[in-house]
């Protein structure tokens, strides 16, 4: 367990270098700050000394070590719009879209269990039917489409609920409903098709002829096996969430993160897309190596390794 | 002696959305107190599957019981609830599964799952559980017990996994255990102390046993009473001695035919029977070994034979045959010395 | 082929996502031919009218209305389908032949290359695809070209991974070693022998990341990072017609039911032709 724990650690570090690196020349890439720092027709001189102040005169591989030692140190420059330290600009979202995204995790990974256990106990009937068709369209519907089409009905034509933004928790109902429908569409498709499968297992069987009543066979012998690969879903999906979903936080005008990285990509704000991928990029693979201990947990052949 | 199986006309199909497959066709025997029956067969000759149906362990649909009846001392199964179905199996029947690869729960331990039975049927406390857990394991052989219990199964060798099977059939001491092709995936010598296993076991628990399996050889060394099945049908069935040394039906014969024998070992090459497994789909008609049967006359084809007492032979053997195998076999000897 | 379209008209669902594809693909290539008006046309005059059918005063023979500039709304979704088919399909085959490429090589090669290559997979794994395309689209700029190579990138690596593993188990079957045996070059076993046993799989992986990259594709435009306008892309629509939703809720209604059925009938044919070729693709996914 230790041995395995340790390479996951390795490659999860790895992963956020990579990460990092590919942002670091990514941004290099997008343009020049300067000129959107100055004003329009400054001097050559004072681009230059901009330029200096920056440290973007001197070799590329030189700014990027520099990047990389004071990323390491949670440093990641002043950003250009807010001027203020641009990991704070980030990690003051993480609260929205943490909230955003538990609450649809919440209740997506509710729903969604308990449409994909009926479906799969329920074979052949017109509950499975149902939920099947549910979950299809759920899955086929673009996100972004929904939360408008929610708005339009919710907010435009009943006027219950708010169009968009923050600070209560009517305006966290609507993009919750939204990335619950989302979440809770994958997560019965694939629990139910992981139940099918586990139930033609011989030890289910076994199970069985030992007499035990159906609700143990189905907790212990079935559902206990059929959710080692929903976990799996379920921490892609959070990690997925918890980086901020861009389109519908855009769409719901919720200030998180997602939101404040393509904000700073269409303002070339490089220190802010730097902490917010980074950020982003952590979160993704600790959810991972979360997932992965998980695993351990529900999967004793894992521990052993 | 009491008997403690009586199986009569059970018929068991599956229906599917292109056809039906006829699984099991009037089957009819009877099991005593204390006797082994071994019965044999290849895959999809029905008797797994005639085991399984017996306490509801078929799935339903497709499969269905079409008629039959199942008395197990007095009580016809079939006709259970549920409930009673969920009291019976694993208390009064056991069963062994073959592959034990596959038939144990990978991410529980090895004293759960022989704990559960206990608990639930002998209303065993926890600790109480774990006491009858360890004694279990040591009776089938699994050295360093206590240790062991808490393990789980892809810490076991295949043989260990099948005594673990074993331990979870025998738990509640079942009068009838069932083992299902409890040794097949097993390496030869792990076989030989498995079946060793279960002799001893069936001394010092006096079990009542039937074990299916495809292998003849598996039969003799155990089992009192044979049972030959083909297509879903029993062709022939008697005590071990009189079927191996006399066999009245053409498939047993083929069966003994294809066992390997000390004297040819590397010699001549093992028999095979000709032809294919039956077609389960088919309505069944006729003897359904018939097309692969070299003896079979044309009555083999319209009529099925009924199970019927082998003329010159001891009580209980019984073959279902229109032929006479002992005639035809004479007229091939004759002819090979000619 | 016989056996394929008997066993696809078993399948209701199946069948039901084919004739939609179908239809949708002979509409986006037949689009010119349909009668349509022209879609980057607009009419002043008959600015957001609503679709006829309502019953509401509408200027023109509009059926599905027209947006914010008067343009007729079935043109510019059966127009913008045209736009959607070909990015879609080029950045699902771009994205295929590059990940099944280097899966091979993987697998053939195993060691060092694999291991490469599969760090490179787990690095590009730990950023959302969206935030990685949203990065790559900004970098590069917002064209066509640069917007299928950005779907091609969040899709290589899925069939990279698969088709590694298929390969993997390949290699060690007879028809390789044999291959091996009797000196056949790298190449040779990697295109002619290891290549048509993946095509398979990969046709599947392709249909359900078509799905996939369609809705990315309009979450991309919707964004204002995918196709540009004039041309109607089905995202820019949406976003476009957002603002007007309060007074012609048509305008962000209809694209999004085209997406959601072609997203919809793509699946369904991906399920359906997983199941028919590989079952043991479902998890996989």
Same mark, same amino acid.
């Given at each position: 367990m230790a041995r395995y724990l340790l390479s996951k650690l390795f490659e999860a570090a790895l992963a956020i270098w990579g990460v990092v690196t590919i942002v670091f020349f990514v941004s290099r890439v997008l343009g020049d700050p300067t000129v959107l720092l100055l004003p329009m027709?400054?001097? =050559? =001189?004072?681009?230059?000394?901009?330029?200096?102040a920056l440290g973007l005169d001197r070799p590329i591989l030189e700014q990027y070590g520099i990047a990389l030692l004071s990323m390491l140190r949670g440093d990641f420059g002043i950003s250009f719009q807010h001027t203020r330290p641009a990991l704070d600009v980030v990690l003051e979202r993480m609260p929205a879209t943490g909230m955003l995204a538990g609450t649809a995790l919440f209740f997506g990974t509710l729903i969604g269990a308990v449409a994909g256990a009926i479906a799969a106990l329920r074979r052949g009937t017109i509950s499975e039917f149902v939920v099947m068709t549910a979950a299809l369209l759920g899955q086929a519907t673009p996100v972004f489409w929904l939360g408008i089409m929610l708005i339009l009905f919710f907010s435009v034509q009943l006027g219950w609920l708010p169009t968009g933004g923050s600070g209560s928790l009517a305006h966290l109902i609507l993009p919750g409903l939204t990335l619950s429908v989302f979440v809770s569409a994958s997560i019965a498709?694939?629990?139910?098709?992981?139940?099918?499968?586990?139930?033609?297992?011989?030890?289910?069987r076994?199970?069985?002829?030992?007499?035990?009543?159906?609700?143990?066979?189905?907790f212990w012998h079935i559902a206990r096996n059929a959710l080692i690969p929903v976990v799996t879903m379920i921490g892609i999906i959070a990690g997925e969430l918890l980086g901020g979903s861009v389109v519908i936080e855009t769409v719901f005008a919720w200030p998180g993160v997602g939101r404040v990285i393509m904000q700073a990509i269409q303002a070339q704000d490089f220190p802010v897309i730097q902490a917010g991928v980074a950020l982003v990029a952590v979160i993704f693979v600790v959810t991972n190596l979360l997932v992965d201990l998980l695993y351990g947990v529900l999967d004793p052949r894992i521990r052993q390794r | 002696?009491?008997?403690?199986?009586?199986?009569?006309?059970?018929?068991?199909e599956f229906n599917t959305a292109s056809a039906t497959v006829h699984a099991v066709n009037d089957v009819s025997y009877t099991l005593a107190e204390g006797e082994t029956l071994g019965i044999v067969g290849e895959s999809g000759s029905g008797k797994s599957v005639h085991a399984l149906s017996m306490v509801g362990l078929i799935a339903m649909p497709p499969g269905r019981v079409v008629r039959g009846e199942v008395l197990f001392n007095g009580r016809n199964l079939l006709a259970l609830s549920q409930r009673e179905l969920f009291d019976l199996r694993g208390k009064e029947i056991g069963f062994i599964f073959q592959d034990p690869m596959t038939s144990l729960n990978p991410v529980l331990t090895i004293e759960r799952q022989i704990a559960e039975p206990l608990r639930r049927h002998l209303g065993l406390s926890a600790s109480q559980a774990r006491k009858r857990v360890v004694e279990l394991l040591e009776l089938v052989g699994i050295p360093d017990a206590e240790r062991r219990a808490g393990q789980y199964p892809h810490e076991f060798s295949g043989g260990m996994r099948q005594r673990v099977m074993i331990a979870i059939g025998v738990s509640c001491n079942p009068k009838l255990l069932i083992a299902d092709e409890a040794t097949t995936a097993l390496d030869v010598t792990v076989q030989a102390q498995i079946l060793e296993l279960v002799r001893d076991l069936k001394k010092k628990i006096g079990t009542t046993v039937i074990w299916i399996t495809h292998d003849m050889g598996v039969v003799a060394g155990l089992a009192d009473t044979v049972q030959v099945m083909y297509g879903g049908r029993i062709m022939e069935r008697g005590p071990v001695r009189a079927v191996f040394n006399d066999p009245r039906s053409a498939y047993t014969w083929g069966l003994l035919k294809s066992l390997p024998h000390g004297s040819q070992r590397g010699v001549k090459r093992l028999y095979q029977i000709p032809g294919n497994p039956p077609d389960m789909t088919r309505e069944p008609v006729g003897d359904p070994f018939a097309p692969r049967n070299r003896f079979a006359t044309e009555r083999c084809f319209r009529e099925t034979p009924p199970l019927v007492d082998a003329a010159d032979s001891v009580s209980g053997h019984k073959v279902a045959a229109w032929y006479d195998l002992r005639q035809e076999l004479a007229k091939l000897e004759a002819a090979s010395h000619d | 082929m016989k056996s394929f379209f008997s066993a696809l008209l078993q399948s209701r669902a199946g069948l039901f996502g084919f004739v939609l594809v179908t239809v949708f693909v002979l509409a986006a290539i037949l689009a010119p031919f349909l009668g349509l008006p022209s879609p980057t046309r607009s009419d002043l005059l008959a600015r957001m009218a609503p679709p006829t059918w309502t019953g509401l005063f509408s200027p023109g023979a509009h059926p599905l209305g027209t947006d914010e500039l008067g343009r007729d709304i079935l043109s510019r979704i059966v127009y913008g389908s045209r736009v959607t088919l070909i990015v879609a399909c080029s950045? !699902?085959?771009?994205?295929? !032949? !590059?990940?099944?490429?280097?899966?091979?090589?993987?697998?053939?090669y195993r060691g060092?290359?694999?291991?490469v290559l599969m760090r490179i997979v787990d690095i590009q794994l730990a950023l959302p695809l969206m935030l990685l395309a949203l990065l790559v689209v900004a970098a590069l700029g917002p064209s066509t070209r640069n917007l299928i190579i950005v779907l091609a990138l969040t899709s290589w690596l899925r069939y990279a991974r698969i088709i590694r593993g298929q390969v993997l188990a390949l290699r060690e079957r007879e028809f390789i070693l044999s291959a091996h045996a009797i000196g056949a070059g790298t190449w040779r076993i990697m295109l002619r022998h290891l290549l048509p046993n993946v095509l398979t799989p990969a046709l599947v992986i392709a249909t359900l990341e078509l799905a996939r990259i369609i809705i990315m594709d309009a979450a991309l435009s919707f964004l204002g990072l995918g196709i540009q306008p004039p041309n109607p892309s089905w995202g820019r629509m949406l976003s476009d017609g957002r603002v007007y939703i309060s007074t012609a809720w048509w305008i962000v209604t209809f694209p999004g039911i085209a997406i959601l059925l072609t997203v919809l009938s793509v699946n369904l044919l991906g399920d359906w032709l997983r199941d028919y070729f590989d079952p043991k693709l479902r998890t996989s996914r």
């Open positions: 027709g400054a001097s =050559q =001189q004072d681009i230059d000394t901009l330029r200096a498709r694939l629990l139910r098709s992981s139940l099918l499968d586990i139930m033609r297992e011989d030890y289910v076994t199970a069985r002829a030992k007499g035990l009543m159906p609700r143990t066979v189905f | 002696m009491k008997p403690l199986l009586e199986v009569r006309n059970l018929t068991v | 950045a !699902v085959v771009l994205g295929g !032949v !590059v990940g099944v490429l280097l899966g091979i090589i993987a697998g053939y060092i290359v694999d291991r």
